[in-house]
């Protein structure tokens, strides 16, 4: 196979890396920087990145504004903000996207430690 295919081998289902046995991660940040959540795997090629997969939960009666800090923290470049609905289950913050070279994903919410955010990677790489 060519090193530009990819199939269902070539990837492996990770925890996300902040979170604890694949727990959910607590957003305790209310400011930059956030709370980490992942660390993409360090390789620049072109073929190998983390497909990242995160959703959150919102324990609180009110409605809160989540901050995603997607590879860095400059505004709005690499910002994304989502407001999580009240006590609603789960709501998808990211849905697949795709990091490397080391990025950093961090978020902070606007009432700190009422948002939880669950997830996993899929991380592509020849191994």
């Known amino acids: 196979m060519p ?3 990819r199939d269902y081998r070539d ?3 990770r925890k996300l890396s902040g979170s604890t046995d694949g727990r959910g991660i607590k957003v305790a940040a209310g400011s930059s920087p956030g709370t980490l959540v992942h660390t993409a795997l360090s390789s ?3 073929n190998e990145w983390d497909e990242i997969f995160i959703q ?3 324990t609180d009666t009110s409605d809160i504004k989540l901050t995603v800090e997607w590879g860095g923290a400059d505004s709005p470049d690499d910002l994304i903000e989502v407001t ?3 006590e609603s289950g789960f709501t998808e913050v990211i849905p697949g996207h795709v ?3 080391g990025a950093l994903v961090r978020a902070f919410a606007a009432q700190a430690d009422v948002i939880v955010l669950h ?3 899929n991380r592509y790489q020849h191994i």
């Open 99 to 101: 990091l490397q070279n």
């Open 56 to 58: 959150a939960v919102n």
């Open 84 to 86: 999580i609905p009240a």
């Open 11 to 13: 990837y492996q289902k």
């Open 119 to 121: 997830g996993y990677v």
């Open 3 to 5: 090193h530009d295919m």
């Open 44 to 46: 620049i090629a072109a």
